[in-house]
């Protein structure tokens, strides 16, 4: 009995991150992404460590919004380490579509302006209007959306449980691709002039 209980925790511990068995584990972007991320640089320093420049984004573009991330991809010392950041910046009128994060929780912190945020499941919709110090959570995989509703610019610092949540916007799945409007339109409801419409505005063909 003794056998089996150290073979299930060297299973447990082999299939632990890079950085849960070294502490840490700086990304070699250069190296394969593997379930268990980047392999790890063989030097690192301080640098190495600090994120520079979490500035406002350019929110001159369809959502009029921004998102400055600092995933491992940007800030490789997040390398298995289970969580990263991002700068939300939200124009007037703007807005962050609805999306999900299949791969992370999501912490929404309020830092100027008004965001009215919310997320939907098959059996409720969960909607707040968040002023500044106001914090909100989107659970892992929940279909989301952040709005300016407010009065000139709104931004949020973002908090997510992995190094690399990925991001999937409705919006742009359903119209940024090359299939027929006519079945997009069947699909989604819609009549074809109108998937027509969205595709020409989200890069879309067919």
Do not use: W
Not at 11 to 35: E, K, M, R
Not at 80 to 101: K, N
Not at 150 to 174: R, Y
């Amino acid at each position: 009995m003794k056998m089996i209980h150290i073979l299930f925790l060297l299973a447990i511990l082999s299939s632990t991150s890079h950085a849960a068995v070294n502490d840490f584990c700086v990304a070699d972007l250069t190296s394969p992404n593997t379930p268990k991320g980047y392999h790890c640089k063989t030097s690192v320093t301080a640098e190495d460590f600090a994120f520079r420049g979490f500035v406002a984004g350019n929110t001159n573009n369809s959502f009029n919004a921004a998102l400055t991330s600092a995933f491992v991809t940007d800030f490789p010392a997040l390398n298995g380490l289970g969580v990263s950041a991002a700068r939300l910046d939200i124009a007037q009128g703007g807005s962050i579509p609805m999306h999900t994060h299949p791969g992370a929780t999501e912490l929404l912190i309020v830092v100027e302006g008004q965001i009215t945020a919310g997320f939907l499941t098959p059996t409720g919709i969960y909607v707040n209007t968040l002023k500044v110090g106001d914090l909100m959570v989107f659970p892992q995989g929940q279909l989301h959306f952040q709005v300016n509703s407010g009065k000139g610019k709104a931004t949020a610092f973002l908090a997510f449980g992995s190094a690399n949540p990925g991001a999937q916007l409705l919006d742009l799945l359903l119209f940024g691709n090359n299939l027929p409007s006519e079945m997009l339109a069947k699909t989604t409801y819609l009549d074809v002039a109108q998937v027509k419409k969205l595709k020409a505005r989200f890069g879309g063909r067919g």
